[in-house]
Structures are given as structure tokens and as C-alpha cells.
């Protein structure tokens, strides 16, 4: 099945700073989410972006699908934007994602 | 539109017993998946149910089962409860635009 790696697996920032989170997948992509897992559980979505490129806010995210990597860009971090980010890739025949193992995010005062 | 709900949040049970986690999808979803999150494994695919039928089924023992219903909510059991399926159970609903996941299940077994 498709590997999907995402690095670095822990960041620390103090409130203000921006950061760029990755995600390497091993295979052709037919879909690709990035989630933000909070402190209780829950996992929200934050984009579906199979290729290209999209913005929310503070938060945007570009996926090259030929090269195989997309990125998480989170500007003027604030201590909400603390937890886990995951990005989860389905590929080939599957729409099944796969998770990575995630990055960790800790945003200082 | 309401989310994906799942019940209940928490549980504990003892070691052989069985659980039965239940999930209602987005109105109008028909496709509900379920995942179990451990520190060990991260996120790990247990299966998807499609208009009542299993479309597709991860790499777990037959001691973990589901069902769903005509009106789309899925159930998922585990039957024979082990240490190791202590976990959060996260179940997703998803359409055109992915996923969407529920607040989880956590469960301990003791």
C-alpha cells in the first residue's frame, strides 16, 4: 500500500511565528486531506486539496501531485493551533486514506 | 447540518468482554468508515460500510465487526475485548469532499 510520511514529527513555536508542515506520499494521489487532531480527540478537517493549491484564513496548503509531496503552511501561529496535524492520501484504486503518523504542534504564549 | 456523532464518548470494560461503539454519519452520507487510533499505531483502517454492505475491510482479527443500518448509522463490536484494543475509535462519514470525522469513542479495557 502507499507510504505516507510527514516531517518534522514535533514542532515547537512561540505565538507569532509560521511554520511549514510536509507530507511525502510513495504513490499516485486520488485524494489527500490535511486534518488537526485537538487535545480531545476530535479530527477536523482542514483542507481536501488532491492538487493545487488553497488558503483558509491563517492556513493554506499546496499539493504537487507529480512530485509527490503536499505542504501545510500556518502563518502566525496562535496557542489554539496546537495538536496533531495529519495528512491521510488515498491512491491508486483505493479511496481509502491512509494516515501518516502525523506532526506535533505545540504553540507557546 | 449536523456532524457525525458517536456514542458513547467513553467506556470502559473489562478484558473479554464485548463493546458495540455506534456512529450516525452526515444526513445524507450513505458511506461510513471506521478507524482505530493507538499511540503505537497511529490511525489504522478498520472498514467502510456502503448502503448497508461492507465495501471494504482493513487488516484486523475477526473479533472486530460492524453493521449499518437503512438509515446509514453504523455500529462497529469487538468481541472478546484485549488490552490492546484500548484505543480511540474514530468513525468518518464521507462524500465528494472527504472525510469528515466524528468526536471518537475512547475506550479502555481493563
Known amino acids: 500500500g502507499i507510504q505516507v510520511e510527514q516531517s518534522p514529527p514535533d514542532l515547537i513555536l512561540q505565538e507569532g511565528a509560521n511554520s511549514t508542515l510536509r507530507c511525502n506520499f510513495s504513490d499516485s494521489v486520488n485524494n489527500l486531506q490535511w486534518f488537526h487532531q485537538n487535545p480531545w480527540g476530535q479530527l477536523i478537517n482542514l483542507f481536501y486539496?488532491?492538487?493545487g493549491t488553497k488558503q483558509n484564513g491563517r492556513l493554506s496548503a499546496t499539493t504537487v501531485a507529480t512530485e509527490r509531496y503536499s505542504l501545510l503552511y500556518i502563518s502566525s501561529s496562535q496557542t489554539t493551533d496546537s495538536g496533531v496535524y495529519f495528512c491521510?492520501?488515498?491512491?491508486?484504486?483505493?479511496?481509502?486514506?491512509?494516515f501518516g503518523r502525523g506532526t506535533s504542534l505545540i504553540v507557546h504564549p | 447540518k449536523a456532524g457525525v456523532t458517536q456514542t458513547p464518548r467513553y467506556l470502559i470494560k473489562t478484558r473479554g468482554q464485548q463493546v458495540t461503539l455506534s456512529c450516525s454519519p452526515i444526513s445524507g452520507h450513505r458511506s461510513v468508515s471506521w478507524y482505530q487510533q493507538t499511540p503505537g499505531q497511529g490511525l489504522q483502517f478498520l472498514f467502510e460500510?456502503?448502503?448497508?454492505?461492507?465495501?471494504n475491510k482493513g487488516n484486523f482479527p475477526g473479533r472486530f465487526s460492524g453493521r449499518q443500518f437503512s438509515n446509514s448509522r453504523s455500529e462497529m463490536n469487538v468481541s472478546t475485548l484485549e488490552l490492546g484494543d484500548s484505543a480511540l475509535y474514530l468513525c468518518a462519514s464521507s462524500s465528494s469532499y472527504g472525510y469528515t470525522f466524528g468526536s471518537g469513542t475512547r475506550l479502555t479495557v481493563v
Open positions: 460500510y456502503f448502503s448497508e454492505t461492507q465495501r
Open positions: 486539496i488532491p492538487s
Open positions: 491521510a492520501v488515498a491512491s491508486g484504486g483505493s479511496y481509502i486514506p491512509t
